[in-house]
């Protein structure tokens, strides 16, 4: 037995090993497997071995201290929670044996969870079920969790959908204050904003867009003079309506965007505003916001102004029924059109094709990608997957939008600040192999400085040649760096433009609605109530989430048509590499699948630089772009990836011909 002076020793010792210890705070960062790591503060990560990562969850903030367990290799051990920002997640219910667990399916809890048995919810196995976190497993790794609402069971009709709106936290349902604001306006509230406002209800404005599009925030019109067209952009006005700070607008920032799910789209402000009193539907007078701007015939822009108006649309067309127009086509629509809309088209058509030209001159234009439309079936699942064709009456609309965004962000330019899209280019930390790329195969290319706006925007201009030895332009696009809001004029590489923003989707965007706001500040003195640097921050993060819940259930969708695809040999392009494989994107419906190298017959080593798969001993080649052939070989049902088996590919030059036998 220890005596007194033992025992006060040995205390003595842990107080000093405690005292002398060195902890490094960080945040945890979970793998696809059981370990982790932990971001520093400091700039550096340290390995958290299995054992550690069970007592942690994604995106905890911790201290840690480091042990070296090998000469020259440390691990981290886990000795403090400081927070924990996971408090709900998804998972699917199972039983095994005398436990209740949730299986999650949040990425990086990689690992059962047990639910004790008063905090199961009546819940069933194979139920997908939200859960809260009822005990972190911060002490012993044993974490414990609590079911809050059962989503229902794979196979249920919109299961895909429910699931996903819970994975993401988002509100299927308004609040009770929004939905009493949004019921309290009427017709009335829209003639109620009608004072002030210059009356263009006569003017052959009109809205191009889809046949199921009910959200109608663009209107437009245009008429030729001495030295080029007059182009007036109407923008559905809803900042009339909802006043600074009001619930509804609490909700649009809080949402961020309209979420264009498959079949079932989650808005951004409640429906009786967004597609009916602020719509800018036909036949009725609406508020706007309206940019009118000179377009020179040579394409560029020149004086513009803001103005608020009443319009009213003449007519919701199609783009198929503008763009037979513009084709020459003539069928009973076309004719039924009133000869001033008529008129007006076709001075759209020639404003934009000059507008088109000189942004090819002077600008970056977007790659033309052939898109896809889903259709659901009665279950809320694909039924099948259409191209969907885009025409000149597309390109008409975007380069009317375009324009008006410039003349925006010029404007809030000029006013020293504002809300900007920002786009810096390449990614920093893939300047190294960016230059390597050019010296080796593209030298005519590497006096350019892709660092700067006009050296990136020169690069990308001359960087698409067919018959290059690899696809400079493909491989400078996938290590593009993502545009980010800011309050200050920047360029936006990606466009090849100064400075860019949005305002022209104020019913989807609350970026868009904010830009009102700002242009009728400083124009009219209309309240507004300013964003602060925390709250950008946020809107930012929310439009990333808002876009990953929607690839999650396209993907998922996607996955589940994918099982009834023949097996076939089906043509497709190489979209992605990585050490692992590549992805094919199918020319008829635009499913992307993966092929392993492991099922390739040999090794093969990934090129950082030119992001090709080579051949360990033979030199064969996948790359970006390149043709393949391939057949459907199953789901993989908890990543929701569709596989594929190679059966032939495009022979690129120095390599030999590929084939999947």
């Given at each position: 037995m220890l005596n007194a002076d033992a025992l006060n020793q040995l205390r003595q010792l842990k107080t000093d090993i405690k005292q002398n210890k060195v902890v490094f705070p960080g945040t945890v960062k979970p793998t696809n497997g059981r370990f982790g790591f932990v971001a520093l503060d400091e700039g550096r990560d340290v390995f958290l071995p299995p054992e550690e990562m069970q007592k942690v969850l994604p995106g905890d903030r911790v201290n840690v201290t480091e042990q070296e367990v090998e000469k020259g290799k440390t691990q981290g051990v886990v000795d403090e929670l400081l927070e924990s920002h996971l408090t709900t997640f998804v998972g699917r219910y199972l039983i095994k044996g005398k436990g209740h667990f949730v299986a999650p399916e949040t990425p990086g809890i990689n690992r059962w969870i047990f639910i004790p048995p008063k905090e199961r919810m009546g819940a069933e196995p194979d139920d997908f079920i939200y859960c809260q976190i009822h005990r972190h497993p911060i002490k012993d790794g044993k974490g414990q969790a609590k079911v809050l609402r059962v989503i229902g069971k794979a196979g249920q009709p919109g299961i895909e959908r429910a699931f996903t709106l819970a994975n993401f936290d988002l509100a299927d349902a308004w609040p009770e204050e929004v939905q009493k604001q949004a019921d309290a306006l009427s017709e009335e509230s829209v003639a109620a904003h009608t004072e002030g406002r210059e009356d263009r209800t006569e003017q052959p404005y009109v809205t191009i867009d889809s046949p199921g599009t009910q959200d109608m925030d663009d209107a437009l019109m245009a008429t030729p003079n001495a030295t080029g067209w007059t182009l007036s952009i109407a923008i559905a006005d809803p900042t009339a309506m909802i006043e600074p700070g009001s619930p509804a607008e609490e909700e649009a920032f809080n949402r961020a965007t309209a979420i264009y799910f498959p079949g079932e789209p989650l808005p951004m402000l409640p429906d009786s505003i967004s597609t009916r009193l602020c719509s800018l539907m036909p036949d009725v007078a609406r508020l706007a916001l309206v940019c009118d701007l000179q377009v020179n015939n040579d394409g560029s822009l020149g004086d513009y102004s803001f103005r608020q108006a009443m319009i009213r649309s003449k007519g919701k067309l199609s783009y198929e029924l503008v763009s037979h127009l513009i084709e020459g086509r003539e069928d009973d629509e076309i004719k039924a059109l009133p000869d001033e809309v008529a008129n007006s088209l076709d001075q759209l058509h020639q404003a934009a094709t000059a507008l088109r030209k000189w942004r090819a001159e002077h600008a970056l234009l977007s790659q033309d990608r052939p898109e896809f439309r889903l259709r659901l079936d009665e279950n809320k699942r694909i039924r099948v997957i259409e191209p969907s064709v885009q025409n000149e009456a597309h390109r008409l609309v975007e380069e009317c939008m375009v324009a008006a965004n410039r003349c925006a962000a010029d404007f809030l330019t000029q006013q020293g600040k504002g809300l900007f899209i920002q786009h810096p280019g390449l990614r920093d930390d893939r300047t190294d192999n960016i230059r390597k790329l050019l010296e080796s195969h593209a030298p005519h290319l590497a006096e350019h400085d892709a660092s700067t706006a006009e050296g990136f925007k020169a690069l990308m201009k001359h960087s698409d040649q067919p018959q290059a030895e690899v696809p400079v332009k493909a491989i400078l696009s996938r290590q593009l760096a993502r545009a980010e809001l800011g309050f200050d004029a920047a360029p936006h590489q990606g466009m090849g433009l100064a400075a860019y923003t949005t305002f022209t989707s104020p019913l989807r965007k609350f970026s868009d609605f904010y830009v009102h706001r700002l242009i009728k500040a400083a124009?009219?003195?209309?309240?507004?109530?300013?964003?602060?640097?925390?709250?950008?921050?946020?809107?930012?993060?929310?439009?990333?989430?808002?876009?990953?819940?929607?690839?999650?259930?396209?993907?998922?969708?996607?996955?589940?048509?994918?099982?009834?695809?023949?097996?076939?040999?089906?043509?497709?392009?190489?979209?992605?590499?990585?050490?692992?494989?590549?992805?094919?994107?199918?020319?008829?419906?635009?499913?992307?699948?993966?092929?392993?190298?492991?099922?390739?017959?040999?090794?093969?080593?990934?090129?950082?630089?030119?992001?090709?798969?080579?051949?360990?001993?033979?030199?064969?080649?996948?790359?970006?772009?390149?043709?393949?052939?391939?057949?459907?070989?199953?789901?993989?049902?908890?990543r929701r990836q569709i596989n594929f088996k190679l059966i032939k590919a495009e022979e690129i030059a120095g390599a030999q011909e590929t084939t999947g036998d």
């Open positions: 124009l009219w003195d209309t309240p507004i109530k300013p964003l602060n640097s925390q709250q950008l921050e946020a809107l930012q993060a929310t439009q990333f989430r808002a876009r990953q819940a929607a690839n999650t259930l396209e993907t998922w969708l996607k996955a589940d048509f994918a099982k009834t695809l023949p097996e076939d040999p089906m043509e497709g392009t190489i979209s992605r590499t990585m050490p692992s494989g590549f992805f094919v994107r199918l020319d008829s419906n635009g499913l992307e699948g993966f092929v392993s190298c492991k099922d390739l017959e040999g090794k093969y080593g990934f090129d950082p630089v030119t992001l090709r798969l080579v051949h360990n001993k033979n030199g064969r080649i996948f790359q970006l772009e390149q043709r393949v052939t391939v057949s459907f070989a199953g789901v993989d049902d908890e």
